[in-house]
Nanobody, 127 residues
Framework: QVQLVESGGGSVQAGGSLRLSCVVS????????MAWFRQAPGEEREGVIAINGDDTTYSTDSVKGRFTISRDNAKNTVVLSMNNLKPEDTSVYHC?????????????????????WGQGTQVTVSA
C-alpha cells in the first residue's frame, strides 16, 4: 500500500518561513519524480516545485528564489522549504509521486501524470 504523509503546514505572517515534509512508503522512492502542488479553493491544482531521483529540480517562476526542494532517499522523504512567504502562497499543499520520466520529459506540472498523492497540508500566509 502506497502512502504519502505530509506534515509541517501552518500559519505565518508575510515574509516568514515554513518547512513541509512528505514521507513516502510502499514504492521504490528513489525511482520517483516527487513534486509539491498547491490548490486553493475553486482553483486547479498547481505544480510548484519538483525533484527527480538524481536531485535535478524544477520550479515555477513565482517561487524561484524563495522555495527549495530536497529529498533524502534513505529516509523516503521529500522536503519543501519555503522562505519569504507571501499571502498569495496561501493554499493546501500536496505532495505527489510520479514516474521519473515525468520530470525528465518536462511534464512535472501536469497533475494527471502523478500516480500517488498525499492528503494535503494547509499553509496560510497573512499580510
Amino acid at each position: 500500500q502506497v502512502q504519502l504523509v505530509e506534515s509541517g503546514g501552518g500559519s505565518v505572517q508575510a515574509g516568514g518561513s515554513l518547512r513541509l515534509s512528505c514521507v513516502v512508503s510502499g514504492v521504490r522512492f528513489e525511482h520517483y519524480c516527487m513534486a509539491w502542488f498547491r490548490q486553493a479553493p475553486g482553483e486547479e491544482r498547481e505544480g510548484v516545485i519538483a525533484i527527480n531521483g538524481d536531485d535535478t529540480t524544477y520550479s515555477t517562476d513565482s517561487v524561484k528564489g524563495r522555495f527549495t526542494i530536497s529529498r533524502d532517499n534513505a529516509k523516503n522523504t521529500v522536503v519543501l522549504s519555503m522562505n519569504n512567504l507571501k499571502p498569495e502562497d496561501t493554499s493546501v499543499y500536496h505532495c505527489g509521486a510520479a514516474s521519473a520520466i515525468v520530470c525528465y520529459a518536462g511534464s512535472w506540472r501536469e497533475s494527471v501524470r502523478y500516480n500517488y498523492w498525499g492528503q494535503g497540508t494547509q499553509v496560510t500566509v497573512s499580510a
